[in-house]
């Protein structure tokens, strides 16, 4: 066991602040990191990172004076309603609020990210597992096109767009006789301080047969047809496919959007992701306000351009071919998001109260306090501040409802 999120991984300028409240420090194994119920520290983390993504308006929404929904995520309550707060287990052991708005905007909330990406990733992997139960093969291509470090994102991920959505039409694509049922297609943004923003398509493709050679040699053909194609511009290398086995891990981890935050790997040396600028703003670990400012300006350009992209898309002869499969299984992201599993209903908390926590960013704290030591925990934690020195807590039907 490793110790692969702490204090000592950055100059901590801001989150020492916060440290002496949210004493527990986590030891965290893998398997913790990849359970939707995150480690204590991660929770605060991803909470300080939306609340860092809140700030941001896109150039429609600053015209139309327009709040984007993430202003409200994990804030307002939900509907218009007097009923308290809950907080709440799901069967997993995992605490959240209910009644919270959600505001499933995948490429601009790490929170409802994680909870869309975990989702997908389940998704997929029955997907996977159905097909190949039927004895059937899957690939896995990675596409890219040629970019420079000072192209815009909205250049290149125009690019890649419409540059496969025009080669699919091809005579090469449409052939028949290349077995192709249909494909899943996930669209993924990094950047790069030395070849700036590199969107890339990874698909899957469903074959209708298993003939590993026929598939090796149409998608290596593929790929050596789509790094030439139009003014992709590409390289060989830079493109690649192989033959989906029965252990999907690898693949999956695709769909870690957030792994790369909570392996506490924010000063990776592979570079940036949108999410872990918002990481390293969260937790002030940059140099100075320069840096920050160009941190913010990835993240900013990263929502301008992803606005209504599809992450994942599956295409209707996969839809068809496993309409049973899918049919309570695919969720749009605002299902995905809203979607909740209550054990049992722990505590109450009255909207007034709700608002003062909302308001001092108390939410993840009192989630990790109340798994520290229960109620006890949660008041010491609520009336260290003045605003709370006045809570009072009474039972309704053995749960405390904090007002
Ligand atoms: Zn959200």
Known sequence: MSQFFDNQYFKTKRYQTATPLDTNTVLVSQELVHSIDLPNIYKTLIHNMRRVAKTNRTVKETKENRKPRIEYCGYSINGNTNNPVQMCSN???????????????????????????????????????????????????????????????????????????????????????????????????TYSEMNGWHPHLHLLFFYNHNDVKAIEKFQKDFISRWFKYADNNGTLSAQNQKIVTSDISDYLAKYDITSEMTKGQIKSSKGLTP???????????????????????????YVEYTQGKHFVNISNSIRNEYKEF????????????????????????????????????????????WKENGLDAV???????????DIEIEYINDVPLIT
């Open 91 to 189: 069967p997993k052991g995992g605490l959240f609020f209910n009644g919270i708005a959600n505001c499933g905007g995948y490429w601009r909330c790490p929170v409802c990210a994680l909870k869309i990406s975990e989702n997908k990733k389940e998704l997929l992997a029955g997907l996977i597992t159905e097909h190949q139960n039927r004895n059937l093969s899957i690939g896995f291509l990675t596409l890219t096109v040629r970019h420079s470090r000072l192209d815009r994102l909205k250049r290149t991920l125009d690019k890649i767009t419409k540059n496969y959505r025009k080669f699919q039409t091809g005579r090469f694509f449409a052939k028949t006789d290349n077995g192709l049922i249909g494909q899943v297609k996930t669209l993924e943004i």
């Open 275 to 301: 999410f872990t600028c918002l990481a390293k703003i969260a937790v002030g670990d940059y140099e100075d306000y320069q840096e920050k400012r160009k941190l913010y300006g990835i993240y900013a350009e």
């Open 326 to 369: 899918l049919q309570d299984k695919e969720k749009t992201d605002d299902e995905i998001v809203n979607e909740v599993t209550i054990d049992e209903v722990l505590l109450k908390i009255s909207i007034p109260v709700w608002k003062k926590i909302a308001m001092h960013d108390l939410q993840p704290l009192v989630l990790n306090k």
């Open 379 to 389: 008041y010491n934690l609520l009336t260290y501040y003045k605003a709370f020195k």
